[in-house]
Nanobody, 116 residues
Framework: QVQLVESGGGLVQAGGSLRLSCVASGRTFDIYAMAWFRQVPGEERDFVGTSRKDGTTTIADAVQDRFTMSRDKDTVYLQMSSLKPEDTAIYYC????????????WGQGTQVTVSS
C-alpha cells in the first residue's frame, strides 16, 4: 500500500502563489508517477500534472504557463503562480504504481481557495 499526504493548501489572493507538497510513504519503491488532480465539488476531477520516475513531467495545457511540478524522492511538489479564482478547488495527490492500470492511490486532498 501507498499512503499520500498533501499539504500547503490555503487561502490566497488572486495573483498570488502557493506550493503544494505530497509525501508518499509505504510501498513507494515501485511508484512510477505521482500526480496532481483538482476537483470542484459537483464537478469532475481534472488532471493538473504528473511527475514520472524518469524525471519527466507533464502539466495540463490549461495551467502549464502558471504551474510547475518537481519531485524529490517520495515527495512531489506543485508550484502554483499567478493564481486565479478559477483555480479554487480541492487538490489531490495520486500515485501510479508500475503494473497498474492507472492512479490507484489517492491522498485526502488539500483545499486551495483563491479570492478575487
Amino acid at each position: 500500500q501507498v499512503q499520500l499526504v498533501e499539504s500547503g493548501g490555503g487561502l490566497v489572493q488572486a495573483g498570488g502563489s502557493l506550493r503544494l507538497s505530497c509525501v508518499a510513504s509505504g510501498r513507494t519503491f515501485d511508484i512510477y508517477a505521482m500526480a496532481w488532480f483538482r476537483q470542484v465539488p459537483g464537478e469532475e476531477r481534472d488532471f493538473v500534472g504528473t511527475s514520472r520516475k524518469d524525471g519527466t513531467t507533464t502539466i495540463a495545457d490549461a495551467v502549464q504557463d502558471r504551474f510547475t511540478m518537481s519531485r524529490d524522492k517520495d515527495t512531489v511538489y506543485l508550484q502554483m503562480s499567478s493564481l486565479k479564482p478559477e483555480d479554487t478547488a480541492i487538490y489531490y495527490c495520486a500515485a501510479f504504481r508500475y503494473g497498474s492500470a492507472g492512479y490507484n492511490f489517492w491522498g485526502q486532498g488539500t483545499q486551495v481557495t483563491v479570492s478575487s
